[in-house]
């Protein structure tokens, strides 16, 4: 596509309540991260993609959150259990590169799911 | 560990006035990037600064790299109500990582009324 879509763009969630996220980056991307953004906050990392491999997930805060990439291309990220605390934008981006070289690329971002734990 | 900072986390301006942001790194930087937010958006990305003490401008931006690589500024000369949002600057992590970026927490420009 023509850029980074994301669904759904909202998500009222009880306590409790399992929810997904999906992230359709843009086509060949190799790259696919997840941000948590808090309001006022910069993103802050989650989890990184090269292709299929989670390559870091240092990010995510606790284990029940979980994300996978399995052909390459969409991705999901997965909140178990979900809290109050949970609550905030979820940003996906994508960029072109991968490992090769040092170069870090412009990172092309998803509108975001913003995720509200009752 | 490492932090990207961001001065001010607010500016008001009135429209026509200039506005700057300014980011510092507590890690010598390879490259910083730039992203707008729009009230409500996603970050854009605006632009990337790899040299010690480089300059760029894009029409009213002007951003600098500083000598020592751990401070950059993203400088709008007469505001423009479309240049309203939050700013943020990026760098990479020093972990043995060449992918992952810490943001700044961005600084908000308004534009009064």
């Known amino acids: 596509g023509a850029g980074v879509s994301q669904s759904p763009r909202y998500k009222v969630a009880k306590r409790g309540q399992d929810v997904a996220l999906r992230c359709d980056p843009i086509s060949g991307h190799v790259s696919l991260f997840w941000y948590q953004q808090a309001l006022g906050q910069g993103p802050e990392f989650l989890t990184y993609?090269?292709?299929?491999?989670?390559?870091?997930k240092s990010g995510l805060p606790s284990d029940r959150f979980f994300a996978e990439r399995p052909e390459g291309s969409v991705s999901t990220l997965k909140i178990q259990r979900t809290q109050q605390e949970d609550s905030a934008v979820y940003l996906c981006?994508?960029?072109?590169?991968?490992?090769?070289?040092?170069?870090?690329?412009?990172?092309?971002f998803g509108p975001g799911t913003r995720l509200t734990v009752l | 560990g490492q932090q990207v900072m961001q001065i001010p986390q607010y500016q008001h301006v009135q429209e026509g006035e200039d506005f700057t942001t300014y980011c510092n790194s507590s890690t010598t930087l390879s490259n910083i990037q730039w992203y707008k937010q729009r009230p409500g958006g996603h970050p854009v990305f605006l632009i990337q600064l790899v040299k010690s003490g480089e300059v760029k401008k894009q029409k009213r931006l002007t951003f600098q790299f500083g000598e020592a690589k751990k401070n950059s500024s993203l400088h709008i000369t007469a505001t423009q109500t479309t240049d309203v949002g939050t700013y943020f600057c990026a760098g990479p992590s020093v972990r043995d990582s060449n992918y992952q970026l810490i943001w700044g927490a961005g600084t908000k420009l308004i534009i009064k009324p």
């Open positions: 993609f090269q292709n299929e491999a989670q390559l870091d």
């Open positions: 981006a994508s960029s072109i590169g991968g490992l090769a070289g040092r170069s870090y690329n412009e990172q092309f």
